[in-house]
């Protein structure tokens, strides 16, 4: 699982380095997919559910499971781009979200600083003897800070040899609450944040889920494993992998 987080770390950062004011989202995507195989590993969303691309790529007000195509990347976007890889039968989820041109507006940079947090947070619970509501309510307590609200339909989970595994993992709970992490777990910690209120519901495309009342959300992902060492980032460019 280290293995397939490198890949995607470098996969995300490949990515990123292609958002700019006039690329199509569907061309960084067709990289992204290029990537990925010419590495060996095969992109986890395509053809998952019928899913038909390899990045989830959400503008603005769109939470997350946008479909590239044809749109146009342009300043002021607020971008959310979601991968997936499997490498030699294991998976690994990470997301982040990037806005386009420059420094973001004051609110725009707090959401982002707040989702961001959230996800540390969360990553920081992540440990053997913790509950999953310690690892959900961190999420909350952070994502909630500045008055922004976190999404309650849709979850991180649980990552192996499959992209979703038990447990879900609310992005809202209670402390001392829930199942008893234990070494070796790992996590797609991912949490959705919206600067109004938490409601979302899905475009007629069957995919895309935007915020209910067209506020802006931002995501951020990482596939974390307890270890006993603590909590370790799979989802990150590794100068070494060794396994
Ligand atoms: N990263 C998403 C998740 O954690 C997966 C995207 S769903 C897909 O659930 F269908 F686009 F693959
Ligand atoms: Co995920």
Redesign the pocket.
């Known amino acids: 699982m280290r293995a397939a987080g490198n890949l995607l770390a470098l996969t995300m950062q490949e990515v990123l380095n292609r958002i700019e004011p006039g690329a199509k989202d569907g061309d960084v995507d067709r990289f992204a997919e290029e990537f990925i195989r010419s590495h060996g590993a095969l992109p986890?969303?395509k053809g998952?559910?019928g899913?038909p691309k390899t990045l989830?790529m959400s503008f603005n007000e769109q939470v997350?499971?946008g479909i590239p195509g044809n749109r146009r990347i342009k300043e002021g976007d607020l971008i959310g781009i979601?991968c997936?890889v499997i490498l030699n039968e294991y998976y690994s989820?990470m997301?982040r979200s990037v806005y386009v041109g420059g420094e973001p507006p004051r609110r725009i940079k707090q959401l982002m600083e707040a989702t961001q947090s959230a996800l540390a947070s969360g990553i920081e619970n992540m440990r053997e003897g913790k509950r999953l509501g310690d690892v959900s309510s961190a999420v909350q307590t952070q994502a909630e800070a500045h008055g922004f609200s976190v999404v309650r339909s849709l979850v991180?989970?649980g990552i192996g040899t499959s992209?979703?595994e038990e447990p879900q993992v609310p992005n809202y709970g209670s402390p001392g609450t829930g199942p008893e992490i234990k070494n070796g777990m790992v996590f797609?910690i991912?949490p959705m944040v919206n600067m109004g209120r938490y409601a979302v519901k899905t475009l007629p495309d069957g995919?895309t889920i935007v915020t209910a009342d067209n506020s802006l959300s931002c995501h951020f992902?990482n596939t974390v494993a307890a270890t006993p060492d603590g909590p370790e980032i799979l989802s990150r460019v590794q100068s070494a992998v060794n396994i």
């Open positions: 986890a969303f998952y559910n899913y989830c997350v499971h979601d997936g989820d997301a991180g989970h992209m979703h797609a991912e995919w992902e």
